[in-house]
């Protein structure tokens, strides 16, 4: 199973990104999609989660970006707006992934650079 994860890129302060992240491979089914980041010298946090429609927000996001998932296509998007230079990150997506009807894993993708800089 593999994630690849791309869209990111170098923005101003106050524009939008939008990521996307598609799973391959063996796949059973996809449980939950999501996105995380870590920026230089922090841990790595969650962004945006989705699990069937219901979508879930770390607090530093919310209210700017959104994540949604296309099911026939088993990709994740998130939709970033209102961008601050404190989102800068290597953002990372992950999937929960069934790869046989009983038994499934966490995956991660390599990672996508956004960087928030005028």
């Known amino acids: 199973v593999q994630l690849q994860a791309c869209g990111g890129g170098l923005v101003r302060p106050g524009g939008s990104l939008r990521l996307s992240c598609a799973v391959s491979g063996s796949i059973f089914g996809i449980r939950t999609m999501g996105w995380y980041r870590q920026a230089p010298g922090k841990q790595r946090e969650l962004v945006a989660h989705i699990n069937g429609s219901t979508a879930s927000y770390g607090d530093p996001v919310k209210g700017r970006f959104t994540i949604s998932r296309d099911n026939a296509k088993n990709t994740v998007y998130l939709e970033m707006n209102s961008l601050k230079p404190e989102d800068t990150a290597v953002y990372y997506c992950?999937?929960?992934?069934?790869?046989?009807?009983?038994?499934?894993?966490?995956?991660w993708g390599k990672g996508t650079q956004v960087t928030v800089s005028s």
């Open positions: 992950n999937a929960w992934v069934l790869t046989r009807v009983d038994y499934g894993q966490d995956f």
